[in-house]
């Protein structure tokens, strides 16, 4: 399994949205695809202006797969990627869960 957790800075006074463009991307992107396993993206009330991303896909060829469908194109990589400031990848190893 791969994990990539993306901390987020947004410009100033985007939150909102941002968050509306998530929530249109969820579902057609990592909604829809097979290897995708979770897609979760969390706000914090303290910090405006800032999102965090955590994923999970099957495999790289996976993840490869959701950065080059449509909807992550148009959505993320277009209309989302004006929104940023900074953003960062980290890839992380999975040591314990509790299902």
């Known amino acids: 399994m791969l994990t990539k957790v993306f901390p987020i800075e947004l410009k100033a006074g985007r ?3 941002a968050e509306e463009l998530v929530r249109e991307f969820a579902p ?3 909604g829809a695809e097979e290897g995708t396993l979770s897609f979760r993206v969390y706000r914090d009330p303290a910090r405006p202006d800032y999102l965090l991303f955590v ?3 099957a495999s790289q060829e996976a993840y490869d797969a959701h950065t080059g469908s449509a909807a992550y194109k148009e959505l993320i ?3 989302f990627a004006d929104l940023i400031v900074e953003f960062v990848e980290i890839d992380h190893e999975l040591l314990v ?3």
Do not use: D, K, Y
Request: no cysteine; glycine share 14%.
């Open 97 to 99: 869960a509790i299902p």
């Open 28 to 30: 057609l992107g990592p």
């Open 77 to 79: 990589a277009g209309r």
């Open 55 to 57: 994923e999970h896909f």
């Open 15 to 17: 939150q909102e949205e």
